[in-house]
């Protein structure tokens, strides 16, 4: 389009030289006729017509009457107008178009034409070079299109091979880089990230089935044999009720265990968050105190609980949930810390938002268990012998995902420190909510 857009541009330009040209030819006549009247005229137009192609410009001068004066003949010289003509109209040999330029100077009436011939044909080269740089251009084009084109094709073809591959169960396959910067490149870049996200998912499922298997196998044994001894004790009503109370006890075990996974798998649809509102973290903290003080005594341990808000300590979110979550924290270091051990409960405001601590001088967690922790049925006592299931702190991840809060657990020197800052908010948005 740009590229004919040009051509118009060159060809009137061109045109507008000869009509120009003619132009000022003729005002040169009217100058002759001016300095030496209409014998000097005669002599500048018979001088000019005798000394031009006649196919490229024409000259006449006559009277008002058609009588040629000076100049070559033209056909109804009385009856041309100023403007383009073609060349049969005056007498021309050519098919060639003119330009007519007309002057009434005395007695006497000037046409001067000339032709478009050279323009034109400047005009033709440049449309033939056009076309040729058009027709090179489309080739090239071509060309590379073809190139490029099989090029992503090829790298389309080895991003849907590492799909196959990946659905035929290689969780390792990736899909080669070699341009990391360009459409493709991005993109595969994302079918990795994603397949890396994958594998990860697919692993960890595979590590659940595992820990299942492991954590509720024992259970689900005991169940079977307390049920099998239930039978050989028909006659004793007092081994009868025992085996019961046993059997119950292995069941709620087994059933507590589905409803953890159960409880994880909705918080972490988010399926609470449509119960938020505003909590104190502080509030929480005071019943967990009144309600695990005699657990940890009972334990030969100390619990206490600090608070150093400077001003509200609200938090957006289920209240419910929050106090699970501490609660698990604060079981857990009853279950682990030995007897003298000192669990304390802290809570605060800073720039920051709200957060809340619950640490101890335990035995701790090391550092290279302390991510691993936070998995389903992940225990550090790898023998499994003592009670858990070791979803407390998976659950205590997920709820603190769910509510948006950053979990950190630290070495307390001696012990372990297990932290959770939740983001500022506007008040406003409570009160809305």
């Not at 099998?228 to 085996?243: I, K, P, Q, S, Y």
Request: glycine residues 8%; charged residues 25%.
């Amino acid at each position: 389009m740009a590229a004919w857009v040009a051509l118009g541009v060159i060809g009137s330009d061109l045109d507008s030289r000869v009509e120009q040209a003619a132009e000022l030819a003729a005002e040169r006549f009217e100058d002759a006729f001016e300095r030496g009247g209409e014998a000097e005229l005669v002599r500048a137009v018979e001088t000019r017509s005798a000394s031009a192609d006649p196919d490229d410009e024409v000259y006449w001068l006559g009277r008002r009457d058609g009588e040629l004066i000076a100049g070559r003949p033209v056909k109804a010289p009385l009856l041309l107008m100023p403007g383009n003509v073609g060349g049969s109209e005056i007498n021309a040999d050519t098919g060639d178009r003119y330009r007519l330029a007309t002057r009434d100077i005395g007695d006497t009436r000037l046409i001067v034409a000339f032709s478009f011939e050279e323009p034109d044909a400047i005009l033709h080269s440049v449309i033939g070079a056009f076309a040729l740089a058009s027709l090179a251009s489309f080739l090239i084009a071509g060309l590379v299109g073809t190139f490029v084109g099989h090029r992503a094709q090829a790298r389309l073809d080895r991003i849907a091979d590492t799909l196959r591959r990946v659905a035929l169960g290689d969780m390792k396959a990736r899909v080669p880089l070699r341009n990391a910067h360009d459409d493709l490149g991005r993109l595969s870049l994302a079918v990795n990230d994603g397949l890396s996200q994958l594998e990860n998912t697919v692993d960890g499922i595979r590590q659940v089935s595992t820990d299942i298997a492991h954590d509720l196998r024992t259970p689900i044994n005991r169940l079977e044999i307390t049920l099998e001894r239930m039978r050989d004790v028909t006659h004793d009503a007092a081994a009868l009720n025992g085996l019961a109370d046993d059997a119950n006890a292995q069941a709620k075990q087994i059933a507590t265990t589905f409803d953890a996974l159960l409880r994880i798998a909705q918080i972490e649809a988010g399926a609470r968050k449509s119960r938020f509102q505003a909590v104190s973290l502080a509030e929480i903290a005071e019943r967990l105190h009144e309600a695990y003080t005699p657990v940890a005594e009972e334990a030969g341990q100390a619990f206490e609980i600090v608070h150093r808000s400077q001003a509200g300590d609200l938090v957006l979110g289920d209240s419910d949930l929050l106090t699970q979550l501490f609660a698990n924290l604060v079981e857990n270091a009853i279950r682990h810390c030995p007897a003298h051990a000192t669990i304390q409960i802290e809570t605060g405001t800073g720039l920051n938002g709200v957060w809340i601590n619950v640490r101890d001088n335990g035995p701790g967690i090391p550092q290279g268990e302390r991510d691993r922790v936070l998995r389903r049925f992940y225990r550090v006592e790898k023998s499994r012998t003592t009670p858990g299931s070791g979803l407390g702190l998976a659950l205590v991840k997920a709820i603190s995902d769910l509510h948006g809060a950053r979990l950190s657990l630290d070495d307390n020197k001696p012990g372990l420190s297990v932290r959770l800052d939740f983001a500022p908010f506007d008040r406003a948005l409570i009160h809305a909510s």
